[in-house]
């Protein structure tokens, strides 16, 4: 049985800080390039559809179907860990990692010691702009894919520093006029771009339910064994589209769905 769900960006980085939200021994490590994740938060400020996601849900006090490890701040992988009871309720993401991980190192942590950033001044009505870097000052500071764009410079922002104030105020306005005002802006267009920009990203990632959800829920009537294979044939099916699992990731997460113990020696061999 599967139930849907719907979650605000937010909230669900909170839920995957707190591990309420973590990733079973079948799953590989993360895949996407930084250009992939900047286009998903592009995506994501747009309103488009970037599908959902599908969990285990295990409850509290049970011994899970597979060791899990948390998500990864900074892309490095963090190895599995076996608990014989959960001390909370739990979501076991088997569709959706890469998209969720990207999410949690864009709006919390890194990648490859880069931040992203949020072009301020974006063509809102066309694309918002996302960048990973490690400095400010290595980033472009004009534009030369768009020469239609309305404001020809950069005005890049942490997406992590802008999370935090909006979510400590609430109010998005006030951040707007707090940019505007400490960086000395008096051009129109330039702070109706920064309030339309701060606006997308604070409806799509604060205000709204933009990331629906599917809950699993466990079968306890079967075996463990069978649950297990269950969930295995499930992932692999899941896993057959969007960025394709290898033949070998296949057979290791098959594997390591049914032996536990197969997890270091495969990691060592097959190099997952």
């Known amino acids: 049985m599967a ?24 799953q ?3 895949v996407w390039t930084e250009d992939k994740m900047e286009l998903l938060f592009d995506t994501l400020l747009k ?17 899970p179907l597979f060791n899990y490890r948390p998500f990864t701040k900074d892309g490095d992988l963090i190895a599995s860990r076996q608990v014989d009871r959960l001390t909370q309720l739990q979501n076991f993401v088997i569709d959706g990692q890469q998209r ?17 950033y949020f072009d301020l001044y974006s063509d809102f009505n066309n694309e918002f702009e996302f960048k990973f870097e490690n400095e400010n000052s290595k980033l472009p500071k004009q534009s030369k894919d768009n020469i239609d764009r309305a404001i020809p410079e950069h005005f890049w922002y942490p997406a992590k520093g802008l999370l935090e104030k909006l979510k400590s105020t609430g109010r998005y306005k006030q ?9 000395n802006i008096e051009d129109d267009v330039k702070k109706d771009h920064i309030d339309e920009n701060v606006l997308a990203f604070y409806e799509n990632v604060i205000n709204s339910e933009t990331l629906g959800i599917s809950k699993v829920i466990i079968n306890k009537d079967l075996s463990e064994v069978k649950n297990r294979q269950r969930i295995v044939e499930l992932f692999i ?10 033949g070998f990731d296949l057979v290791a997460s098959k594997l390591k ?16």
């Open 28 to 30: 590989r490590p993360l």
């Open 237 to 246: 099916r899941l896993n057959n589209g969007g960025t394709k699992l290898e």
């Open 100 to 116: 969720l991980q990207s999410f949690y190192i864009g709006l919390k942590g890194s990648i490859n010691g880069k931040i992203l």
């Open 175 to 183: 951040i707007v006029k707090d940019i505007i005002a400490k960086n």
């Open 47 to 63: 309103g488009d559809s970037f599908g959902g996601v599908m969990v285990i849900e295990e409850e509290k006090d049970s011994k």
């Open 257 to 272: 769905g049914f032996n536990w113990q197969l997890e270091g020696f495969l990691r060592e061999t097959l190099e997952i």
């Open 3 to 26: 139930i849907w769900k719907t979650y605000r960006i937010s909230d669900i980085i909170t839920e995957i800080s707190d591990e309420k939200f973590v990733l079973p021994v079948i």
